[in-house]
């Protein structure tokens, strides 16, 4: 051996750190454990393989059958289980062995994973772990393990590897809303079964509703005939107008014995199910089935359409709250988890303000407004539930006018709700809507499936952090957690469900589980190729919109990038589509005029995501800077100078718009130089029912100086805009003028109904 290969051997065969190092990229698990190391070789499972789990620990058959059951879907294998007791037999053989060690392990749902050739090693504290070891090694296996059904030709191994892990947070949830959009049983297993892989413990269950109440309540029927139907549902988004419906009756709900055996099914997957029944807010279904509980008395309709209804149960009248003591003496011992769910948002005020029961009930009670009525109104809700041996759980807004001290949070109006109860004693779960609402837009929405707004990429959800700075160490130990959260108004099948919530869940998962020094984005990135082909297997419909195409343009040109850099990527500049054939793009595209650019990822001659297309309208304004009297925050188009960046906000793309609340949009465009033109184009968007209104009036102005202004144009807009949704563009076609500056006034429509209201503008085009 010479020198230099002795050395060579030295490194790779004896140093530890490096042996390991150097295969660790074969472990592509998610969420990523709190230490991995690989190492040379591999272990292979085959039909002779023998499964050991310890004597005298009869809950670890859950882990242990879980094991067994997904190796004999997908390798066909009936592997034999047997007990043993005491150390592992030496030399572990063609073994899985299934340890408990309560002194070495710390956490309950903590584990060790010791993959050799010639075994593989799980040693856990509790079940939990032992469950949560199982979901990590199938993750060490071919993607094939995941098969629902038997696939030949796959030899099953696992590489070598030392792992250790942990989670970092108690709960970690996710949510289904089951009241916009009712998903059958079988659908809720398998998503409560891929919550379990990706070792979510909590799956918060969204039962009752304004558009559908969903569990059988034996006392009260007509929430079964009644409330679990809606006689139509509105078509597209419900800020459309016009507003249209399908005319097709909607119903569903689950029996009592259906929920039994979803909360067995998630108990053995070490998932607690957080029923949720909605008070006193999003109760329309409730009403429309036992109107004597709404402040009108009714007639009340189970909603047709999406949003937050002035109906809502009566807080004066005291059958309100025997309905509620009574549904929630069904609910409680159904669901063994500590936990119920009261809802507690949204709840307006109007009704409560105008009924006598109401009003004489905050006289008794000594309630100085309606706030402290709904807080009352918690309050009594919390005793049923303790009554019951149960917590409560409700939306931030249950802190509003006190809150009882063994409530906790979840904090979803951003963050503040979880600071405000972590600082006051309680616990909070976090669950704002800037990282954790995945019934939001995850890409460009011009390519996306119609979702409720907003925007949530992949890797703001992955860059999360569920504990806010603003608390100390004490207060931050009553952070539990964070939840993902999929409100369905704009999900109407399973597909779509699994479409807006992985990969995002996957990204959510490793924000709870794994060490905060531990997360890592690009690797996650490149276990996530691994775990899609995982997900492909199983069927599941994830998104692969985070690795859709983007551009950009800068200087003249448009560049083209994917996040994947193993995509190419085909392109068109010329109004054609682009074609698995056709151009590759290598470098940026010079524009000399407005062009419309598609483009798509493409791997192996295969088109593997959506495609872009994107309209840059180049014009004399054109990456020029400007001046504004109030600058936009919220919505600032995405850019310093969005208003002249070539490209134009889309009808639900609120990224592209500069947006400003109650103000005039006033750019002063400086050309640099004296500039002349004939027309001027600007769109402005119409969208009333999320206060976006349109302007009163446009005027276009010209200047020499930048101070003093010549009008050339000016329009007015009536009422009827009012009643639109969508952009309107308007054109003006001026006298042929010149002028170093160009002013787009830009009257806001200010207050409408005391309300402020919204003025969204976009790419001041000038030719
Ligand atoms: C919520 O999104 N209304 C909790
Ligand atoms: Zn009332």
New binding site residues.
């Given amino acids: 051996m010479s020198c230099k290969s002795f050395l060579f051997s030295v490194l790779f065969c004896w140093t530890p750190f490096l042996a390991f190092c150097q295969v660790t990229s074969t472990i592509t698990i998610i969420p990523q454990p709190a230490t991995a190391y690989g190492r040379e070789g591999q272990f292979e499972m085959k039909p002779d393989t023998r499964i050991y789990f310890p004597e005298g620990k009869k809950d670890w058959e859950t882990a242990v059958q879980y094991f067994m059951a997904l190796a004999q879907t997908s390798t066909g294998y009936q592997l034999v289980a047997q007990p043993f007791k005491g150390a592992l037999p030496s030399p572990a053989d063609n073994g899985i062995y299934f340890m408990s060690d309560e002194a070495n392990i710390a956490q309950d749902e903590g584990y060790k994973m010791d993959i050799k050739p010639g075994s593989i090693v799980l040693t856990a504290r509790s079940a939990a772990g032992a469950f949560y070891a199982v979901q990590s090694l199938r993750q060490m296996f071919p993607p094939q393990f995941n098969s629902p059904k038997p696939v030949s030709d796959v030899a099953w191994k696992v590489p070598c590897c030392l792992i250790t892990d942990q989670p970092r947070f108690n709960y970690r949830g996710m949510h289904l809303d089951v009241g916009r959009h009712f998903f059958p049983v079988e659908f809720v297993k398998r998503y409560i079964d891929l919550l379990a892989q990706h070792k979510f413990n909590r799956f918060h269950w969204h039962l009752t509703e304004d558009q559908g109440w969903r569990m059988e309540i034996k006392k009260y029927p007509k929430l079964q005939t009644v409330a679990a139907c809606r006689k139509e549902t509105v078509v597209g988004h419900a800020s459309d107008f016009p507003v249209q419906y399908d005319g097709k009756e909607y119903c569903g709900y689950y029996t009592q014995e259906e929920i039994k055996e979803v909360v067995e099914y998630a108990r053995k997957r070490f998932v607690t199910i957080v029923p949720e029944i909605e008070m006193p807010g999003h109760a329309q279904a409730a009403l429309a089935a036992y109107p004597e509980l709404g402040c009108t008395g009714g007639p009340y309709e189970t909603a047709t359409t999406f949003g937050v209804f002035k109906d809502v149960f009566c807080a004066g009248n005291d059958k309100t709250f025997q309905f509620l003591e009574d549904v929630l003496a069904e609910v409680c011992p159904l669901f063994p988890g500590q936990y119920v769910h009261i809802g507690g948002?949204?709840c307006p005020k109007d009704r409560w303000k105008a009924c006598p029961k109401c009003q004489q009930r905050m006289k008794t009670e000594n309630l100085k407004d309606e706030h402290e009525l709904q807080s009352y109104f918690i309050r009594r809700a919390g005793q049923m539930l303790a009554k019951q041996g149960k917590r409560l759980i409700g939306?931030d807004e249950i802190l509003e006018g006190g809150l009882a001290p063994t409530a906790t949070v979840m904090s979803?109006r951003g963050t503040e709700g979880g600071i405000a109860a972590a600082k006051a004693g309680h616990y909070a779960i976090m669950t704002p809507t800037s990282h954790c609402y995945f019934d939001y837009y995850q890409g460009d929405p011009s390519g996306e499936p119609l979702a409720i707004g907003g925007l949530l990429g992949l890797d703001k959800v992955y860059n999360y952090e569920p504990v806010p700075t603003e608390l100390n160490e004490e207060e931050a130990r009553r952070i539990l957690g964070a939840q993902g959260?999929v409100?369905t108004e704009y999900m109407k099948t399973p597909e779509s469900v699994e479409y807006m919530a992985f990969p995002r869940a996957c990204a959510l998962s490793e924000v709870l589980w794994t060490p905060k020094n531990k997360k890592n984005w690009d690797d996650f990135l490149r276990r996530l190729k691994a775990h899609f082909e995982r997900l492909s297997t199983m069927g599941v419909n994830y998104s692969r919109s985070y690795f859709d195409i983007r551009s950009s343009f800068s200087g003249g040109y448009v560049l083209l990038s994917c996040p994947d850099r193993t995509m190419q990527i085909k392109y068109s500049a010329d109004e054609t589509e682009p074609r698995v054939d056709g151009r590759t793009y290598f470098s940026p595209i010079s524009l000399k005029e407005t062009t419309t650019v598609k483009a798509m990822p493409v791997k192996d001659g295969k088109v593997m995501g959506k495609t872009l297309n994107v309209t840059y309208y180049v014009h004399k304004a054109l990456g020029k800077t400007y001046t504004m009297t109030k600058q936009p925050d919220q919505y600032s188009g995405g850019e310093r100078y969005a208003l002249t960046n070539g490209i134009a906000g889309g009808p639900r793309s609120w990224n592209n718009w500069i947006g400003l609340l109650n103000a005039d949009i006033d750019p002063v465009i400086d050309f640099g130089a004296v500039t002349s033109f004939g027309r001027v184009t600007t769109h402005f968007l119409n969208n009333k029912s999320s206060g976006i209104y349109p302007p009163r009036s446009i005027e276009v102005l010209v200047s020499d100086d930048g101070v003093n202004f010549t009008s050339l144009a000016q329009k007015t807009f009536d009422a009827e805009n009012l009643n639109k949704t969508g952009i309107e563009t308007v054109e003006f076609n001026t006298p042929r003028s010149s002028g170093r500056y160009l002013k787009v006034l830009t009257k806001a429509f200010g207050q409408a109904d005391g309300k402020d209201t919204w003025l969204f503008m976009d790419e001041v085009i000038v030719e």
Wanted: no cysteine.
């Fill in positions: 948002d949204e939306w979803w959260n409100w």
